[in-house]
């Protein structure tokens, strides 16, 4: 996280909210630190405030009022199974910590076990690509224990598992019980289930519906993370509406806002502007202003975002490609040449292994 909140690391946080039936842990078991809006962690030190503020407060019942202020993580130490597969899974051994967590949710008789070891197992078999299984624990999770304060989250989880399976109508329900029962949720999962309800308008390739979508929701969106997707979503509708209408007024329509969010210096959407925007020139073959957009987005944070710096690249190739080959200048054609090899260079050194470095790499 460097910026801004990552809705991302929300997904996989350790937030463990505290049922009111239960007794509160003491702050010795605990840590709790705290999501500002902006992007900044805050740890709790005062052992007063962590009881009276967080115990008694995070209560699912009290998510609603949490979603107007920080977001409050709560990490629990004091489970011996639970404790063991959560060091598994942090180390990326995530194989391993499926019987891990499985045994913990055998043997674990606090309820917040039960939670969180089947929110683990449905991610991790989400990572791994069994989309069914996954699915199993999320299910089993909600219906279970439909009280859980991960309900939204898991709801978004699922909701992105039928996505990616063309089961748009299956994310749709799952996303608008999120919004329409806002008040019930934390702000976060409220607007980040608002933004994939216009990507599926964008995914079902119904442009209206989703620029009037993007448009509407964006001046509302508080988290800086969610409102650059928001800006993505418009940008990309825009965009594709040009690619199929041939369009150019529309595509240029979708490079001003990607203009406008890289303005905004947040550095991963910025590369991930560039890359845009290199794409949007290239498709309009203008191939000089996509070699250098693509260039400078892949160039500017190389070694922190690889996989989006690898995009941004990955256009100024195909660029360089449609340069060189249409021209007849032999020392611009060397240059050309020259900076092909470089790129591919950066593909096999700093970027190997990345999706758009391994497309790069076979583009000839």
Known sequence: MKTALNITLLASALLLA???????????????????RDGKKVWETSRERIITEDYSSITYEGLGRQSR???IFVLYNNDLYYTAAEKRFEDGEYRAAIPEFK??????????????????????????GD?????????????????NPFYPQVNVSMAEIYIAKGDFAAAQKLLKEI??????????????????????????????????YF???????TYKDLKMDARFGLGMCLEEKGRMNKDVRSVKAAIKVYENIISQYHPLSLIRAYAYIARCYYNLNEFEKAYWYGLRGGLLFLKEYPGTSAESLFYALKALYALYNAETDADKKKFYGENIILIKRLFRSELFGQKFAVMGLNLK
């Open 103 to 128: 045994k913990a949710l055998e043997k674990g008789r606090k309820e917040w076990v039960q939670w969180y070891a089947r929110l683990r197992l449905g991610q991790i078999y989400g990572f791994l």
């Open 179 to 212: 919004t329409n029962r806002r008040r019930d949720f934390m702000v976060c999962w409220v607007e980040k289930a608002q933004v994939m309800l216009g990507n599926i308008y964008l995914f079902k390739r119904d442009f209206k519906a989703a620029e009037r």
């Open 69 to 71: 202020n920080d977001i």
């Open 131 to 147: 989309a069914k299984t996954a699915l199993k624990y999320y299910k089993e999770l909600n219906e279970k224990y439909p009280k």
């Open 18 to 36: 505290l049922l009111s039936s239960l007794a509160p842990a003491s702050a010795a078991e605990t840590e709790v630190y705290r999501w500002t």
């Open 215 to 221: 448009k509407s929701i964006e001046p509302r969106l």
